[in-house]
């Protein structure tokens, strides 16, 4: 696999950054427990599990962001695919017009 721009791929090692914050996070203190804290903690640990859950989803999320950037900025050319298969080679070119000059369809027509 290349790349057009291969002078991002400094950038790399960034993906990883949340993954090591979600791993930061996750050291704390030293606990103490005393007996009037045990009562809402047992009310707390179906929260703890949903929030971590959360956490584990949204770090997920946040690296999938940080690899598609770096993909859009490095710009792969990727050889085989469909068209090598067909025999062909095809090109394919996405445009968004987004100006004033494109009228705009109403749900109505």
Excluded: C
């Excluded at 991002?8 to 005393?34: D, G, K, M």
């Excluded at 009310?43 to 959360?54: F, G, I, T, W």
């Excluded at 999938?64 to 025999?87: K, N, Y």
Aim: proline share 6%.
């Amino acid at each position: 696999m290349s790349f057009v721009h291969p002078e991002f791929l400094y950038l790399a090692p960034l993906v990883a950054l949340p993954i090591l914050i979600h791993l930061l996070n996750r050291i704390r203190y030293r606990r103490v427990r005393w007996a009037a804290i045990e009562f809402l903690l047992k009310s707390e640990r179906r929260a703890v599990r949903r929030a971590r859950l959360r956490q584990l989803i949204l770090m997920a999320l946040r690296t999938l962001l940080l690899v598609g950037a770096l993909g859009s900025l490095l710009q792969p050319i990727l050889g085989g695919g469909p068209a090598a298969l067909l025999g062909g080679s095809s090109q394919v070119a996405v445009l968004v017009d987004a100006s004033a000059s494109v009228p705009r369809l109403d749900a109505g027509g």
